[in-house]
Nanobody, 126 residues
């Protein structure tokens, strides 16, 4: 079993920054790629970004490229999502998820992720 806990959300003005953390406990952290998804009010949960098990590969949805950066510290069992130049449309509940599948096929699909956190709210005001 793997447990994930997100933190770092909050209220920020447009153009501001936040750093989300995803603390992972349970099975060996380095065995899992980690993804971030977000769900805005009234919308489906969408893929945001993903980082490979060793941190060497990152993938982002086009809308956050150049603004969001993923990193991970396998010694501390934490994944970070640095979010800069935030926009009101980034407002959502952000979830991290762990994926034991190492392939890059359909990595942006929710169903391939094995474990999920409960989410952290990010609100960006105009």
């Amino acid at each position: 079993q793997v447990s994930l806990v997100e933190s770092g959300g909050g209220l920020v003005q447009a153009g501001g920054s936040l750093r989300l953390s995803c603390a992972v406990s349970g099975r060996t952290f380095r065995n899992y790629a980690t993804g971030w998804f977000r769900q805005a009010p009234g919308k489906e949960r969408d893929f945001v970004a993903r980082i490979s098990r060793n941190g060497g590969d990152t993938r982002y949805v086009d809308s956050v490229k150049g603004r969001f950066t993923l990193s991970r510290d396998n010694a501390k069992n934490v994944v970070y999502l640095q979010m800069n130049s935030l926009k009101p449309e980034d407002t959502a509940v952000y979830y991290c998820a762990a994926d034991s599948d190492t392939s890059y096929i359909m990595y942006d699909i929710e169903s391939r992720y094995d474990y999920w956190g409960r989410g952290t709210q990010v609100t960006v005001s105009r």
